[in-house]
């Protein structure tokens, strides 16, 4: 089972380590008593969302034989205006550029992702509405 450690230093910065020994700090806005020496916590989820799938994405690509040259994923979250202020809507976008990439062999990664592997995103399924597009720019 996944874990993590929490651990307060100071302010409203909070350093996290994962049992895969990696760490990120994570901090708030000046605005509310941080010192914005880190990540915000749901910023963490939309890199989550985007981390995830796009893993998905891009070794699908690659058994798929696809020459994938660069590859960007933007994701951008809209949140509630009443506390708890959850995300209610996050619109996901994957840019890929390459070679000869196969329109159908693009839309198939990313539906799979999306629709079946990414449990980033099916965690977050029922509490946000999660939509995404992509755009494919032949070099």
Same mark, same amino acid.
């Given at each position: 089972?996944? +874990? ?30 941080? #010192? ?45 205006? +009443? @506390?708890?202020?959850?995300?209610? +809507?996050?619109?996901?976008? @994957? ?12 839309? #198939? ?24 597009? @992509?755009?494919?720019?032949? +070099?």
């Amino acid at each position: 089972m996944p +874990e993590a450690r929490i651990k307060y230093t100071d302010g409203l910065q909070f350093v996290g380590e994962a049992d895969s020994g990696h760490a990120i700090v994570m901090d708030g806005d000046t605005g509310v008593g941080g #010192r914005d020496t880190g990540l915000r916590p749901m910023e963490l989820l939309l890199l989550g969302i985007g981390g995830c799938s796009g893993m998905d994405v891009i070794s699908i690509l690659k058994k798929k034989r696809q020459d994938v040259t660069s590859f960007e994923i933007g994701v951008n979250g809209k949140k509630a205006d +009443e @506390y708890p202020k959850k995300f209610t +809507e996050i619109d996901v976008e @994957y840019i890929i550029k390459g070679r000869n990439l196969s329109d159908e062999a693009v839309k #198939r990664a990313i539906d799979l992702s999306m629709e079946k592997y990414c449990s980033v995103k099916a965690t977050l399924e029922g509490t946000a509405k999660i939509n995404y597009t @992509y755009k494919i720019i032949q +070099e």
